[in-house]
């Protein structure tokens, strides 16, 4: 099978999340060093491991595009039209309390667009990725073909009423607003399944 590019680079962002995913899963449940990183937050040992798994899959991969790491900073050039952004830990504080709600996250900018992303979770071995215009959950082991058993296509849909909203501090206008507040107002709800179902209805 012909991959495009955009579907050679969201394989890629797999591959490498499942490396990041690897490692995380592995170092789970052990004592690990923490890192502070200031303002309450910190990294662990599994955070710098699943990058440094990452990055080598990007570097074999791709060895000319620039790379953004959430605990290394950014390498090559600032300018640089292609460039690969990895949290190799979201959720390093649930991680570090033993709580398996985590993911591993690789995804790919070029000329400002986001043209391939990949989401893996360490404990059900699930991976979600796009190639930007297209959206895909990866139960397998990687190697499978879009007809093969392991992989599906995902389509939005309102049905799930599934809305996740980010209320992690700090927050720009703060201290007036309040988080509770926001999110035991009705009219939060109402305008959240609002706008997904206008999505949904965009994408169907």
Known sequence: MTLTERESDARLAV????????VVRDLYGGRLARHEKGAGDFATEA???????????????????????????????????????VDPLCGTLNYAVRTRLV???????????????????????????TDGTR?????GDGDRDDDGDGEEKLTP?????????????????A???????????PGTHTALLAMVRRQAQKRA
């Open 15 to 22: 591959t490498a999340a499942r490396a990041g995913a690897a």
């Open 47 to 85: 955070d710098l491991a699943a990058e440094r798994a990452i990055l080598d899959v990007l570097r074999a991969g791709r060895p000319d595009d620039a790379v953004t790491g959430e605990e290394s900073g950014p390498r090559g050039g600032a300018g640089a039209r292609r460039r690969w952004l």
């Open 103 to 129: 993911g591993v996250n690789v995804a790919l900018r070029v000329d400002g667009e986001t043209t391939a992303a990949a989401t893996a979770d360490p404990f059900t071995g699930e991976v979600f990725w």
């Open 135 to 139: 959206a895909r959950l990866s139960t």
């Open 157 to 173: 849909s309102a049905a799930s009423a599934l809305v996740d909203v980010n209320l992690d501090p700090p927050f720009p206008n």
């Open 175 to 185: 201290p007036g607003f309040r988080a509770p507040s926001l999110l035991a107002d």
